[in-house]
C-alpha cells in the first residue's frame, strides 16, 4: 500500500507558482521523500528527493515540514509543459540497505494559459 | 533522453501468442526494474535485478518471465496473457539498489485481445 497520500488533482493558471501537497504521517526517521512526475506518453521522471532540509535544484524546490509528515512540492513558474502527474513516494524495504519505491495515484497537475 | 529504450513501444497480441518486452539502458547502472501501469492504478513494481541477479519478484503471475543477461538488458517474456493484463509495462534502471533516482523508459503499450 502507498505511504503517501495526495490530492488527486489541481490546477494552475500558467507563469504562477504551483504548491503540491503531500502526507507521509507514518514516515520513519531515514526515509528520504521522493518527486517524480509523468508527462503523458512517457515515463516517470526524476524530479526531486530530500531528506529533513528544504532542497532546491533547477526544477523545483521540496519543502519539508519540521515534523516530516508532509512535504510541498513548489514549482515556482508553472509552463505548460509541466501539466503531468505529480508522485510524491516513499520506499519499502527490499532487505537491508536495499529499498523499492511504493507508488501511489499521484496529483494530475492541469496548467491553463 | 533518459538513456532507458524499450523495444517495442506498442504490443497487440493474442492470449496464445508467445511475446518479448526489451529493455536497454545505456547509463551504466547496476539495477532494473519492470513495472506495470494500469488504468488509474498506480504503478506496480513487478521485478528488480541487481547485477543480473532478481531480488524481488512481487507475487507476480508465471506468464510474465524476466530475464537479466547482462547488466544492460532486461527482458520480459510474454505467454498466454489475459486481457486483463494490457497496461503500460515500464523499465526502469538506477545506479544500484541503494541509490536514487531510477531513470524510466518511456514503456511498452501492451494490448492483449
Known amino acids: 500500500d502507498a505511504k503517501t497520500t495526495q490530492p488527486n488533482s489541481m490546477e494552475s493558471n500558467e507563469e504562477e507558482p504551483v504548491h503540491l501537497p503531500c502526507n507521509h504521517s507514518t514516515i520513519s526517521g531515514t526515509d528520504y521523500i521522493h518527486w517524480y512526475r509523468q508527462l503523458p506518453s512517457q515515463g516517470p521522471e526524476y524530479v526531486i528527493h530530500g531528506l529533513t532540509s528544504n532542497v532546491n535544484n533547477r526544477m523545483a524546490s521540496l519543502a519539508i515540514a519540521e515534523d516530516r509528515k508532509s512535504s510541498t512540492l513548489i514549482l515556482h513558474r508553472a509552463t505548460l509543459r509541466d501539466a503531468a502527474v505529480y508522485y510524491c513516494i516513499l520506499r519499502d524495504v527490499i532487505t537491508s540497505g536495499t529499498y523499492k519505491y511504493i507508488f501511489g495515484t499521484g496529483t494530475r497537475l492541469k496548467v491553463l494559459a | 533522453e533518459t538513456g532507458v529504450t524499450q523495444t517495442p513501444r506498442h504490443l497487440v497480441m493474442g492470449m496464445t501468442n508467445k511475446k518479448s518486452l526489451k529493455c536497454e539502458q545505456h547509463?551504466?547502472?547496476?539495477?532494473m526494474y519492470w513495472y506495470k501501469q494500469s488504468a488509474k492504478k498506480p504503478l506496480e513494481l513487478m521485478f528488480v535485478?541487481?547485477?543480473?541477479?532478481?531480488?524481488e519478484n512481487n507475487s507476480v503471475p508465471s506468464r510474465f518471465s524476466p530475464e537479466c543477461p547482462n547488466s544492460s538488458h532486461l527482458f520480459l517474456h510474454l505467454h498466454t496473457l489475459q486481457p486483463e493484463d494490457s497496461a503500460l509495462y515500464l523499465c526502469?534502471?538506477?545506479?544500484?539498489?541503494?541509490?536514487?533516482?531510477?531513470?524510466f523508459g518511456p514503456g511498452t503499450r501492451l494490448t492483449v485481445l
Open positions: 526502469a534502471s538506477s545506479q544500484d539498489l541503494e541509490r536514487d533516482p531510477q531513470y
Open positions: 547509463l551504466g547502472h547496476n539495477a
Open positions: 535485478y541487481s547485477l543480473e541477479e532478481r531480488v
